[in-house]
């Protein structure tokens, strides 16, 4: 994964970029509830992740905390097939993004015992 990552992001944003991958992808798991989660269907959601963020960081130019508001609504969108249009955001987004600067910092690591 941190290979394609860092062919889209610098490597000063690479650790944030992975957060918000696991931080989509969790809240995948919970909207998209699986009883045998296997490791290929993990793998599997963070190369749509992966997808996604070569179109808005590549692509769309987008910064990476509106990437970050976006990411898990769009993975989402992806598992269930339906459609999702980043080109229609636009001007919409943005409100109190000086206040949510930090939503990108990195989240605590969850041990599983």
Not at 14 to 36: D, E, P
Not at 57 to 68: A, H, S, T
């Amino acid at each position: 994964m941190n290979d394609r990552i860092k062919k889209i992001v610098h490597a000063d944003n690479l650790q944030a970029v992975v957060t918000m991958i696991q931080r989509a992808v969790l809240v995948s798991l919970q909207t998209h509830i699986m009883i045998n989660l296997t490791p290929a269907e993990l793998q599997r959601r963070v190369d749509i992740c992966c997808d996604i963020l070569e179109i808005l960081i590549l692509d769309l130019k987008w910064p990476l905390i509106k990437v970050n508001d976006f990411l898990p609504t769009y993975l989402k969108c992806e598992i269930d097939g339906s459609k999702y249009n980043p080109e229609s955001v636009g001007d919409k987004w943005g409100a109190n993004v000086a206040e949510r600067i930090h939503d990108v910092a990195p989240t605590p690591k969850i041990i599983l015992e």
